[in-house]
């Protein structure tokens, strides 16, 4: 996006997605994989650079660390113990792929909406052949879309702000998944909390009952886990608990309060 494109996006009442998804992975994000990540982190680990300690929860990276992102992501898999995981979302494939290699157990599969991002996916990856899909988030729901235990966004839901685009991505993470969602996003760039919490009491998700937790991983990312049933975590209520120690961004909490005011919310339910 040229600056002059930049200025006048930011002015501007409704917004873009972030980014021209077509082009995406030409555009940015193979330069970003390789400048800002594979600089600093090990973005690939392969079987037994990885291990999984149940006692803890925790995984440990042996070698190279690996970013606090894909470490919670790790973590929920391991703490969770779903028989599938899919990414919606899933780029490169990095992510997907290592949940794969460190619980060889786990059916895993992934989707996204740039047929780039699924080609840098299986160049990195020829074994996630056969298990990725096109799949726009934002479409209505698709039966075609592979179900799973745990469904899981990192980095997705944070920069589609489309008219209400991100509220039906969120109801349909919650369709495609049989148990749970865990979403690992700049907690900035919507207010999450806020938003699900009003499509919970707007009856808006499949689940008859959808509990809100924080979790963080041992590397310190947070991350907002959706669970069909009650666990025993912390209770998210309010975006404030995710934002806590975060240095605010203006710009961003301004765009997230409009994004939640372009969703309607109605047929409150009946008191019983
Ligand atoms: C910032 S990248 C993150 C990719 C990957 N999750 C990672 O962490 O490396 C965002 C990804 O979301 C995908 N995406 C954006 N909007 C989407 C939608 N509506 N449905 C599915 N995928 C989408 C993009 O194509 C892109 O691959």
Not at 155 to 173: E, G, K, R, Y
């Amino acid at each position: 996006m040229s600056v002059f494109r930049q200025l006048f996006y930011k002015n501007r009442k409704y917004y873009d997605d972030d980014f021209d998804w077509d082009n995406y992975t030409q555009d940015s994000y193979h330069r970003r994989l390789q400048k800002d990540v594979e600089t600093e982190y090990r973005a690939i680990s392969t079987e037994g650079q990885l291990t999984f300690d149940a006692s803890t929860g925790h995984v440990t990276s042996h070698g190279a660390p690996i970013h606090p992102n894909q470490q919670l992501i790790l973590e929920m898999v391991g703490q969770l113990q779903p028989e599938t995981v899919h990414e919606v979302g899933c780029g490169g494939g990095d992510h997907i792929a290592n949940v794969g290699a460190l619980y060889p157990q786990v059916m895993v599969s992934g989707g996204d909406r740039g047929a780039t991002q699924l080609e840098l996916a299986l160049q990195r990856h020829p074994e996630l052949q056969g298990r990725l899909g096109l799949q726009d988030i934002t479409m209505p729901f698709s039966h075609r879309w592979p179900k799973a235990d745990l469904i899981y966004t990192q980095a997705v839901i944070m920069h589609i702000h489309t008219a209400v685009s991100h509220f039906v991505a969120l109801a349909n993470l919650v369709r495609q998944a049989n148990k749970y969602v865990l979403l690992v996003e700049n907690q900035q760039c919507h207010n999450f909390v806020r938003d699900l919490q009003s499509m919970i009491d707007g009856g808006h998700l499949e689940w008859e009952e959808a509990n809100l937790y924080m979790v963080e991983g041992s590397g310190g990312a947070r991350g907002i886990l959706i669970s069909r049933a009650p666990l025993e975590l912390p209770v998210l209520r309010s975006d404030l608990q995710l934002r806590e120690g975060v240095r605010a961004s203006a710009r961003r909490l301004k765009r997230s309060d409009e994004d939640s005011a372009r969703g309607l919310f109605g047929f409150g339910k009946a008191a019983g």
